[in-house]
């Protein structure tokens, strides 16, 4: 399959002009089409083993320049196929819907990493369109995603999931791609500054560590690359920004372990999170009393 796919690249990339002459029609058959969307969205179903990095790293690449070469040198009569099958793949009763794979029970989290995957290449190279309202979307896989992970009880919350390799790529996956349709900070941050207790399968904690330490590499990334976040969107500053920097004084006390830790990606959440908050309120910073010490 990667002989094929490395083959069909070359001639797309390569010899754009003379594709469509080169390779007849015929070559371009349903069963192709299906072939490369499920290597976009389910390549462990073709064999292929995610769990193995090199493969893991290394494919996403390869099935990103073939979609490029593709939507970009394919005539658009061969490319109605791939659009075709894209949206009926993807739609509400498809194979690879992503509501439908986050609301099953329980949650095929290997398959929710390699979707999120896919609808992110797909909608980079406009093989498939995003969402028609995409922050209305994300708010709503944020909320599911929520309540397949933590239950809210009477003495303190539960987190309904024992975190393992596939389980954590999968819920890790899915927040990426839920910042990557745009969700308002105003929707997520709150969760991070709870200080609500919850018992996990390593022991009791607060809500916002358990998901700060579950999706430190995704906030630090969206904090760390997004320069406007909070800070030159009035509307949000005004909403989110006090929000944003009371959450961090608030639960200081609690960061500060992530601070001390011996993991370079612990102290870079935690500095990326006090450089957000300078840029906020610096003043704020230097005189709040969690920092006398």
Known sequence: IVRLLNFITAIWSKYPHDTKRAIEDSFYSN????????????????????????????????????????????????????????????????LYNLKNEVNMNPVRWSLIFTITRGLRLSHDVRLLPKPTQPEQYAKELWTTMLTKIITHEEDCDKA????????????????YYIIYLGIKPNEVLPYFFQSTRIHTDSGMATVGIYLLTLFK?????????????????????????????????????????????????????????????????????????????
């Open 31 to 94: 069963d192709l089409t299906k072939l490369i969307l499920t290597c976009v969205f389910n390549p462990t179903q073709l064999g292929f083993d995610i769990n193995n990095e090199e493969i893991n790293k290394k494919l996403p690449e390869r099935i990103m320049i073939l979609l490029k070469s593709m939507t970009t040198h394919l005539p658009e009569q061969l490319l109605q196929p791939f659009y075709s099958n894209a949206l009926q793949m993807t739609k509400s009763d498809g």
């Open 217 to 293: 590499y995704q906030i630090t990334s969206w904090l760390g690359t997004t320069p406007h976040f909070i800070i030159n969107d009035i509307d949000i500053r005004q909403q989110c920004g006090q929000q944003f920097v009371d959450g961090i004084y608030t639960c200081w006390p609690l960061f500060i372990l992530f601070y001390r830790s011996i993991n370079i990606d612990d102290k870079l959440l935690i500095v990326t999170l006090l450089t957000k908050t300078f840029i906020i309120d610096r003043r704020l910073l230097i005189s709040h009393e969690q920092f006398d010490h």
């Open 160 to 175: 309904n999931i024992v975190l393992t390799i596939d389980n954590q790529r999968g819920l890790q996956a899915l927040f």
